[in-house]
């Protein structure tokens, strides 16, 4: 595919892929992912229940035990530190993903990122999973803007297949975890458009990382060599499973807003990155090649923005 998506080809496969067992229902007491022949590469589930939305979602991709084996170390990235709704991921929906690592028998969970106890007292099921959430272990010294150290983090250079990141600092946990879960908010952001998928991993640097994305070309917040340190981070550790967070978020604003919220109750589930950023960017009226996040990752191999080769599944409960 070229880099370049023509418009009126985009909005029509959109068009086409919404209709893709929309409005079907679940049958109860039966997974959903049985209701398939192949699991889908892309399961996007709409409805407003959404803990239990998650689970499907995850569900319709094959389960998440087909992503997190008995025994294994899971790492979680989840972009909650912001206090605006729709600047950051709705609560009820990492708590479902806890409750079914757990159902695997993960060895241990580790928030890549610190998540703040109130956090997690804003969902409804918080005293339910109380202790399976105080269970969680935390990278404690990665609160914005983290500062390097030894324990925590590892200084990595020579990135293969980099184009802009010679070099960068992140959390060492996310390269030594055996599963990687990326839980980000499809939400505006300022620089690249779309927080997302991508955009997310910048939560596993540390400052001076940080500040290398966004100095580091000579001009402030360049959003070339931004997007492109983006993806090259992502060379470094490919994400295992993506559940993006599209229920109801800014579409201006961003990162942290206020901004215009917009709902569309939906959750996204996935393990190409470029191809769920390229889906989740159409909620807020972007088309693939209108965000350079998803265009860098797409030349560089990370996945297809052209998210129409995939097979999606869309169900509304």
Not at 34 to 60: C, H, M, Q, R, W
Not at 153 to 169: D, H
């Amino acid at each position: 595919m070229s880099n370049k998506m023509n418009r009126r080809k985009f909005v029509k496969q959109t068009g086409a892929l919404s209709t893709i067992i929309a409005g079907s229902s679940v049958i109860p007491g039966l997974s959903s992912c049985s209701l398939f022949t192949t699991p889908a590469d892309i399961g996007v589930v709409e409805g407003k229940n959404y803990f239990e939305n998650t689970i499907l979602a995850i569900d319709l991709i094959g389960g998440m035990k087909k992503f997190v084996p008995e025994g294994s170390k899971v790492g979680l990235l989840i972009n909650s530190d912001f206090d605006v709704p729709g600047a950051y991921v709705n609560q009820d929906i990492p708590i479902a993903a806890l409750k079914m690592i757990e159902e695997c028998s993960a060895s241990e969970i580790t928030c890549l990122q610190v998540v703040k106890e109130e956090y997690w007292e804003r969902s409804k099921h918080y005293e339910k999973y109380k202790s399976l959430i105080g269970s969680l272990l935390q990278v404690e010294q990665n609160i914005f803007p983290a500062e390097f150290n030894d324990r925590d983090f590892v200084k990595v250079e020579n990135i293969a297949g980099a184009i802009s990141l010679k070099e960068t600092e992140v959390v060492k946990k996310w390269l030594e975890c055996d599963v990687f879960i990326n839980i980000p908010i499809s939400k505006h952001h300022a620089t690249t458009l779309l927080t997302g998928a991508l955009k997310n991993i910048m939560g596993v640097s540390t400052r001076k990382a940080n500040v290398t994305f966004h100095l580091g070309s000579g001009k402030r917040n360049d959003p070339e060599y931004l997007a492109q340190c983006i993806a090259d981070q992502h060379l470094l550790r490919k994400t295992d499973l993506c559940i993006i967070d599209a229920t109801e978020f800014i579409i201006d604003n961003g990162p942290s807003g206020p901004g215009t919220l917009v709902k569309h109750n939906k959750i996204i589930a996935g393990t190409d990155v470029v191809a769920l950023d390229a889906l989740s960017g159409t909620y807020l009226g972007y088309s693939p090649d209108e965000i350079l996040t998803t265009q860098k990752a797409h030349d560089i191999g990370l996945g297809n923005m052209d998210y129409s080769k995939l097979n999606i599944v869309h169900e509304t409960v």
